[in-house]
């Protein structure tokens, strides 16, 4: 499986981004799919996910702001990220979890960077 991301960007606080993550390969294998995101000398941690049967969850930081979505037909997941705060800056990692047989793999795709100005 592999990730590609892409609509990272630098945005005024309160502005809007949309994240798309694009897989390819072997997909239909993939059972998860969710957004990450690491600020400098921090962790990265979980924004958003999505099951292959459309189950969502979320960070409680960004509830209310941002979605999750996807479309099958294009293998691609989507962050619709609205009213941004300055603390939204990091790099953001698409992230997707296959299953063959009865192992588990994760697969991440290049960050992209959201840069939100105060």
């Known amino acids: 499986v592999q990730l590609q991301a892409s609509g990272g960007g630098l945005v005024e606080a309160g502005g809007s981004l949309r994240l798309s993550c694009a897989a390819s390969g072997s997909v239909f294998r993939i059972t998860f799919m969710a957004w990450y995101r690491q600020a400098p000398g921090k962790q990265r941690d979980l924004v958003a996910g999505i099951t292959s049967g459309g189950s969502t969850n979320y960070a409680d930081s960004v509830k209310g702001r941002f979605t999750i979505s996807g479309d099958n037909a294009k293998n691609t997941v989507y962050l619709q990220m609205n009213s941004l705060k300055f603390e939204d800056t990091a790099v953001y990692y698409c992230?997707?979890?296959?299953?063959?047989?009865?192992?588990?793999?994760?697969?991440w795709g290049q960050g992209t960077l959201v840069t939100v100005s105060s």
């Open positions: 992230n997707a979890y296959a299953t063959d047989s009865s192992k588990g793999y994760d697969y």
